[in-house]
């Protein structure tokens, strides 16, 4: 899948040459404000993507091109697990959370997609709470829209990335990790793509995959363990075309 969108986060490219490759295939790199985790690359032209939000942690920008849906983005590199408490985690995306909603209702827009390295499972706290990023497994239940906690209304995420989970196909996660603790699970998915329930009816399900090799290089080591980053990358299609033109699609592609 050729794609037009390119995500990474903590990348240092000082001497130019990713720069220098992707040009030649008609890349531009979208410039960083505030947060410079995280480096995008598009062949999109830069002047579509307009900053709204920047923390050191994430970074949120509205993508406005009149051939496509206006879409929300929210690039994320959060908090690793093993310098946070759940409870930190669970704070820090509250916090997001609640600059994605402001800008929400400032934009009047609702079509948001999550993207990056949440240092989360989609079944951790901040993944899963009411106020936190609360999304689901389930596309059908997330169409809800929203529930009540404590009498307060909290809207829905969906989460297509738990389906990245187990053995079913290989790798079994995009990060393993082991330690002598009583619990411990080996693989994680802490790369996820994570999207409203209105713009999700336009995610290709079948597109969202774990990259093992990329061209002539395999990500992999001889023990199929991640070997050129300790997280693999994951891609995704997504059509955004507007539907009376069907232009065409967008397609995100992460790398973390």
């Known amino acids: 899948m050729e794609a037009n969108i390119l995500i990474l986060a903590e990348h240092d490219d000082k001497d130019?040459?990713?720069?220098?490759?992707?040009?030649?295939?008609?890349?531009?790199?979208v410039p960083q404000i505030g947060c410079r985790r995280i480096s995008v690359f598009s062949q999109f032209e830069p002047k579509y993507f307009t900053h709204r939000r920047e923390t050191d942690r994430?970074?949120?920008?509205?993508?406005?091109?009149?051939?496509?849906?206006?879409?929300?983005?929210?690039?994320?590199?959060?908090?690793?697990?093993?310098?946070?408490?759940?409870?930190?985690?669970?704070?820090?995306?509250?916090?997001?959370?609640?600059?994605?909603?402001?800008?929400?209702?400032?934009?009047?827009?609702?079509?948001?997609?999550?993207?990056?390295?949440?240092?989360?499972?989609?079944?951790?706290l901040g993944m899963t709470t009411a106020g936190a990023i609360q999304c689901l497994s389930c596309l059908e239940s997330a169409k809800a829209g929203s529930r009540k906690a404590k009498g307060r209304e909290h809207s829905f995420f969906y989460n297509p990335s738990w389906n990245l989970l187990g053995d079913r196909s290989r790798p079994a996660g995009t990060y393993f990790y082991r330690d002598p603790h009583h619990r411990v699970i080996y693989w994680h998915v802490l790369d996820q793509v994570v999207l409203r329930p209105g713009i999700a009816t336009r995610f290709d399900k079948q597109s969202l995959r774990i990259l093992t090799e990329i061209g002539d290089v395999n990500l992999l080591d001889e023990r199929g363990k991640p070997a050129i980053s300790d997280h693999l990358p994951i891609c995704f299609s997504i059509d955004l075309a507007i539907q009376q033109t069907n232009t065409g699609t967008a397609n995100e592609e992460l790398v973390a």
């Open 58 to 124: 994430y970074s949120i920008m509205e993508f406005r091109n009149p051939e496509f849906e206006t879409v929300l983005f929210g690039l994320v590199h959060l908090s690793s697990k093993l310098y946070s408490t759940d409870t930190d985690q669970l704070m820090e995306a509250s916090h997001f959370i609640e600059d994605i909603e402001a800008m929400e209702q400032q934009l009047g827009n609702k079509n948001t997609i999550l993207i990056g390295d949440f240092n989360m499972d989609p079944f951790d």
């Open 16 to 29: 130019g040459q990713l720069l220098h490759a992707l040009s030649a295939r008609h890349f531009f790199s």
